[in-house]
């Protein structure tokens, strides 16, 4: 192309268009129906109470399962910030507990971090989905001061439909 030339602009067809706008509309419905979640935001009032999942829990020494509940209970303290307790039993008894005040975020979501350990320290994200609350180890970094040997948040998830209202402050049991 010689100086002083301008490229000429390619232009998609209509068709090309319609077809790409048709693609997007598909995968965006085909996300939605197929369980694919994104994350949205909840006021602390809403989110209130407590929320359990049951899960088994295998003794690797006698082979013997424990049905027990892991859970999250939050509590709106002010309009941007949240105090939450959670809980989760793993592997031989081992546990992960968590617990302090998430601030909601930007993008609507609650981010808790652990003031007691400026290096390393554990970095929490609590959100809802369309079906569920998830509490989000964000980069493992609560394993380790967190949890048992064999635990891990990872994201732990809770149906939003296992919500009870709680009849008493949030306190931490333990």
């Known amino acids: 192309m010689r100086a002083g030339k301008v490229a000429p602009i390619h232009r998609k067809s209509h068709a090309a268009m319609n077809t790409a706008l048709k693609l997007a509309i598909c995968l965006v419905v085909f996300a939605r129906g197929s369980g694919a979640t994104t994350a949205s935001s909840a006021e602390p009032d809403e989110l209130g109470g407590r929320y359990e999942r049951a899960v088994t829990i295998r003794n690797l020494e006698d082979g013997t399962d424990i049905e027990a509940v892991n859970f999250l ?71 380790l001061n967190h949890c048992g040997p ?3 948040i990872g994201k732990s998830t809770f149906d939003l439909k296992s919500r009870a209202q709680l009849d008493r402050p949030v306190v931490v049991p333990w």
């Open 73 to 143: 209970e939050i509590q709106a303290k002010d309009v941007s910030s949240i105090f939450f307790v959670y809980e989760s039993l793993h592997t031989n008894g081992h546990a992960c507990r968590l617990y302090g005040t998430a601030h909601k975020t930007a993008a609507g979501q609650y981010e808790y971090v652990d003031a007691a350990n400026i290096e390393g320290a554990c970095k929490a994200r609590i959100y809802t989905t369309e079906e569920s609350i998830v509490v989000e180890d964000l980069d493992g970094s609560c394993q």
């Open 150 to 152: 064999r635990g891990q």
